[in-house]
């Protein structure tokens, strides 16, 4: 039988419900309630921020679906570009071949991603990404001359992804009690969830330092020759959406420096806007070597996932005969990189919900690229428009610490890369605040 949603949400009908209560074993769900006669909500269209249930009844989605949505339901624009796209190419895997939108949006990940984070690995969503992050570092140093580093170290409360290696990194014991035994060598270490921590109560800057040291601590334990990565999001969301203490994610680079382990930002939910620039890892001012991302790439209107790696990363991979033995078949987009997520950055560094082309400027300003982060920021070296275009001089593939021609500086970038050594040129504009907290 097949009843369309617009039927049921006029008629109030069940048969909606009543099919997925036979069939559909929807996910994180105590199916139960529905098999003994429980009423399975059905939600048949969205608008923007809203969206409405086969009763008729109208819900604010502050969840944005699983924090996915960052562009609103019903953008028929999206739908259009996709459908046109299908018409040319349907699908084609990037498993030796390319095609243009995957082509075109890894090339716009690159000039948004910081510090040198310019190869993108396209994967079916967040968990993906994650996997592919543990395999790659894995990989990694066994072609480096350090096979023996193969170890994780994630934070418990966090949750990273369920697929097995995901799931090991994961830090939620009901949520991988009835898989174990899960992939080994994922050890975990306290959070900054801020009340774990009570003897720190009155100084975040010292709860900061004491997390970020269980870290080299777990290091030096398991031994700093078997440990490969650290996984952390920037925003903790687990347990409560927690920003990082100030200098926490600092320390944690200078650890993994310290020992050659690489430092993994798991930016699933909280890239592409969702804190306000693209990417958290700019807000915070620090680089990870590989960014793990999904969700709000595409805002929810298909599945994708990007593991974004540094140039240091891929260099063993550029020569020779070796691959990265790993790949899905839903592994990147099939449609203009324009309509899955927030445009260019604004003067203020804030990611832009627009879906305006990457060749326009907005409100006829100049503008220009800070040389070492690669944001978009208004120019200060003159006054006059550049009337509706922008730069597409691409900066250094790496961070440069030399004065810099576009003239950044610790005021006018959006993403301060000056705590990462650029200090050329002229302040001006609105100076990004040094809160920790995301605003």
């Not at 969503?125 to 570092?137: F, M, N, R």
């Amino acid at each position: 039988m097949t009843v369309s949603p617009q039927y049921v949400a006029e008629s109030g009908d069940d048969a909606l419900a009543d099919m997925a209560r036979e069939h559909l074993w929807m996910h994180f769900t105590r199916m139960s309630t529905y098999t003994q006669g429980g009423h399975v909500p059905v939600i048949t269209r969205g608008d923007g921020a809203y969206i409405w249930d086969d009763q008729g009844k109208k819900y604010l989605d502050g969840l944005a679906g699983l924090f996915v949505v960052q562009l609103g339901h019903g953008r028929s624009e999206l739908a259009e570009v996709m459908a046109k796209q299908a018409s040319e190419l349907a699908f084609f895997p990037i498993w030796s071949y390319a095609h243009p939108k995957a082509i075109e949006l890894a090339d716009r990940l690159a000039s948004l991603a910081p510090g040198d984070l310019n190869r993108v690995f396209f994967t079916s969503g967040g968990g993906e990404a994650v996997e592919s992050a543990w395999k790659l570092a894995k990989q990694f140093f066994k072609m480096t001359g350090s096979p023996m580093k193969h170890k994780v170290i994630s934070r418990s409360i966090a949750y990273h992804g369920t697929p097995q290696g995901a799931l090991s990194i994961t830090g939620i014991p009901d949520a991988k009690k009835y898989f174990e035994p899960l992939v080994p060598s994922a050890v975990k270490v306290p959070n900054t969830n801020f009340y774990r921590a009570p003897e720190h109560a009155d100084d975040v800057e010292a709860f900061g330092r004491w997390a970020a040291n269980r870290i080299e601590e777990a290091i030096l334990f398991e031994g700093p020759e078997t440990v490969a990565a650290v996984f952390l999001e920037p925003v903790q969301n687990s347990g409560g959406c927690f920003p990082p203490p100030p200098g926490y994610l600092e320390r944690v680079r200078e650890i993994c420096d310290q020992y050659d382990v690489l430092y993994v930002a798991d930016e699933t939910i909280c890239a592409y806007g969702r804190i306000g620039d693209y990417f958290a890892s700019s807000r915070y001012g620090v680089t990870p070597d590989i960014i793990t991302s999904a969700k709000g790439l595409t805002s929810g209107y298909a599945p994708l996932g990007a593991m974004i790696v540094s140039d240091r990363l891929f260099e063993p991979f550029a020569t020779g005969h070796s691959y990265f033995a790993h790949g899905y078949t839903w592994g990147g987009p099939r449609w203009p990189p324009r309509s899955r997520s927030p445009t260019w950055t604004s003067s203020s560094g804030r990611a832009s919900t627009s879906t305006s082309s990457r060749t326009r400027a907005p409100s006829g300003r100049p503008w220009r690229s800070c040389w070492t982060c690669r944001s978009w920021v208004m120019s200060a070296a003159t006054g006059t428009s550049t009337g509706s275009s922008w730069s597409r001089t691409r900066p250094p593939r790496r961070r440069s610490t030399t004065t810099s021609p576009s003239g950044c500086s610790a005021a006018s970038c959006p993403r301060r890369c000056s705590t990462r050594g650029c200090t050329a040129g002229p302040t001006t504009g609105a100076t990004r605040s040094s809160s920790w907290h995301p605003r």
